[in-house]
């Protein structure tokens, strides 16, 4: 099993160790023909139309917004459908810095999100904290606080890099299991076991 | 300024005066006498200073206290006063709130970062951090510690009550006051909302579809730059600047690089004044391209957000031709700039200027015509001139007030005296006229640049500065004009190779401010048009 892009030949990716480490994980938790032909109808769907959530707090969402643009155009993968809401959206562009009182309402924003989601932390803030550190009310990167799938750094990154960014994700969700154990959602139990949802719903 | 001098020493003995590094007079005066000055200051009509630039919180160690910069839009005049108090603990300064309408925000502030109380602000409440916050980060004994402040995803507790200081018989009393009235409906907007053009929220009392008032609730982007500056040596505070506006981050550059020359008595050569000017105004128009194309958006004409962005990635062509950056370039440096141009900038400047008019004669025939669109803006969130230099509101959102408030025109820095342009005024103060006024601003950017896209001198891009830059001790403040109004930036040096306050006055806190005065009474879907057409960055406001 190989996972293909159509616009981009398979030795031209630079992590394709990576992807074959879960193409390995899947083929060992093993499945039947049937099964394993619906997983791929529902990632091939699902791969090719990624809905982003409009979640940009500073430097990164003007490029974000360029990459809506003409020029750089996400339309052409199928990713131009911008959801101001969480509940419609697919994935969530971390773009820009978190800050401490983003943070509730950022997790908030993650809970929202409808299953299955998916995370791209976009620029070195989301990332580390970036520039701002060292500083007394910014978050040292949002791994702590949701689960991250993509990271694309830069500061801001080119809108290039933010189109690989999401042709990774999209090659990330083609080695998904939607029927028994899914090889990446174990993860996201495992991390909101250990970040659990706030109780009050105010 | 003498006889101004001569006048307040006769009226107020006790107050000393000296003239700062910047050549600005500076009164010093007990905080007993403060109300009475301001009030003195604004209201005699020789010194007229009816525009309050900025309020710079500072920590001396054994002092607290406030630095006021003033500025008359009559006589075009500049004086600051400084106010402290030695008590830490229950530090009170009187309020002006009452005078200048910007001052209830910019001193909130500073009781956010500082700790200081001002007796008769009518709102004293944090504006960045949370209620719950322990200390005051800007003070230099303040503990940073995380495990004091964690970072936590359970909900922030808010409330509806802010507080009051009064005096009553020599004794301040707080008062608990309520935002909205009792039986207000408030609807919450932001802070994820596409419309508020980044994480700013508003919370929004309404009647019917009508707003009665908005609570501007901010802090979702506040990164702490000022603190962070003062553990930074001098040529390092540089880059948080292209990060604050991020489509001012050449004028930001610009800004405190004059600062910092006039602080080490370092003269640019003129090239690299040239190329500063020429990257003002380009990320001028590139900025003003933006918010054409986001705020016709936000009104439901989304072709022409591709329209706008086509000019501004054509001019982000050119910054990254020289720059090596799209958006954050950390160009301007002290003395000069980083690198010389590229070989084809002056190509490639004449090819933007042939093609710009073209585009603003189409942007015109798409949108500025239409009946929609008309009928949206015009009258829409009217600001009368009074009202936006009460609130200070510079820039574009203040000229289409009827304010000559351009710092291009009315402090010249760099070659701006040599060079020939228009300010453009506007009466009518509404959203229609915010739009023009920007339409008919990338116009006047084109004519400085031809001005100069033929004349580039030779000569070095970069004097020779020593290594290890140290200020000597004084203070210094420096206002230029951003995109968005002037951007003023105050720094004040104990010798050393870091700022010992480096306060950064943006353009965007007022734009945010006034929002709660011009939507009153308006419909909540004009909240969107009014909102836009201010073109307010959260990432300024906050810093």
Known sequence: MEVTTKSMPYEAWKDNEYIEQLVKELQESGTNVIVGSFDKLINWGRSNSLWPLTFATSCCGIEFVSLGAARFDMARFGWEVARASPRQADFMMVAGTIVNRMVPVFRRLYDQLAEPKYVIACGSCAISGGPFRKSYHVAKGIEDIVPVDVFVPGCPPRPEAMIYGIMQLSRKIKVEKFFGGVNRQESQKEFLAKHPIPADGE | ?543
């Open chain 2, 1 to 543: 300024m003498a006889n101004i001098q001569e006048k307040i020493a006769k009226l107020f003995p006790a107050a000393t005066f000296e003239n700062d590094n910047s050549g600005i007079l500076q009164i010093t005066v007990a905080d007993e006498q403060w109300h009475e000055l301001a009030k003195n200051l604004r209201d005699d009509p020789d010194t007229a200073m009816d525009y309050l630039v900025t309020i710079v919180g500072m920590d001396w160690v054994e002092k607290l206290g406030c630095i006021y910069y003033l500025m008359s839009t009559r006589h075009n005049t500049m004086c600051s006063v400084k106010v402290a108090v030695t008590d830490r603990d229950k530090p009170y300064i009187h309020s002006v709130a009452d005078l200048w309408r910007i001052a209830e925000i910019y001193e909130r502030e500073v009781y956010d970062f500082y700790g200081i109380v001002f007796i008769n602000n009518p709102d004293m409440r944090r504006l960045f951090l949370n209620i719950d916050w322990v200390g005051y980060p800007l003070r230099k004994d303040y503990d940073e510690d995380p495990a004091i402040n964690p970072v936590s995803i359970e909900n922030e507790r808010q409330t509806d009550l802010t507080s009051v200081y009064k005096e009553e018989g020599g004794k301040v009393v707080k008062t608990e006051r309520e935002i909205f009235h009792k039986d207000d409906f408030v609807v919450n907007i932001g802070p994820q909302h596409p419309a508020t053009h980044g994480v700013l929220r508003f919370r929004t009392a309404v009647d019917g579809e009508t707003i009665k008032k908005i609570d501007v609730y901010m802090g979702y982007i506040h990164r702490g730059v000022e603190k962070l500056c003062e553990s930074l040596q001098y040529p390092q505070t540089l880059h948080f600047l292209d990060r604050l506006d991020y489509f001012s981050g050449q004028i930001y550059h610009h800004g405190l690089c004059l600062l910092y020359e006039k602080a080490l008595n370092i003269e640019v050569s003129r090239r690299a004044q040239v190329i500063r000017v020429m990257m003002d105004e380009l990320s001028r128009i590139a900025s003003h391209c933006l918010f054409i194309g986001t705020y016709c958006m936000d009104l439901g004409a989304t072709t022409m957000l591709f329209y706008t962005l086509r000019v501004r990635e054509q001019i982000l062509d050119i910054f990254e031709k020289t720059c090596g950056a799209r958006m954050t370039f950390n160009y301007a440096c002290i003395g000069g700039v980083m690198q010389d141009l590229a070989p084809d900038f002056a190509d490639d400047v004449r090819a933007l200027l042939e093609v710009l008019p073209k585009n603003i004669k189409e942007y015109n025939k798409i949108f500025t015509g239409n009946v929609i669109a008309k009928n949206r803006m015009e009258g829409v969130g009217v600001l009368t001139r009074e009202d936006a230099i009460s609130y200070a509101v510079t820039g574009p959102s203040g000229r289409a007030s009827g304010w000559a408030c351009d710092i291009r025109k009315l402090q010249p820095y760099s070659i701006y005296d040599e060079l020939e342009f228009d300010e453009i005024v506007r009466e009518e103060g509404d959203s229609m006229a915010r739009f023009k006024v920007r339409m008919a601003e990338m116009e006047q950017s084109a004519r400085i640049l031809a001005q100069l896209v033929d004349n580039i001198p030779d000569g070095e891009y970069c004097v020779k500065v020593p290594k290890v830059v140290k200020l000597p001790k004084g203070q210094w403040f420096q206002l230029v004009e951003g995109c968005r109004g002037a951007f003023g930036v105050y720094v004040e040096s104990d010798g050393s190779t870091k700022p010992f306050r480096l306060k950064i006055a943006p353009p965007c806190l007022p734009l945010a401010a006034v929002v709660d005065h011009i939507t009153q009474g308006s419909k909540i879907a004009d909240l969107i048009t009014i909102g836009g057409s201010l073109d307010y960055i959260v990432p300024d406001m906050d810093r």
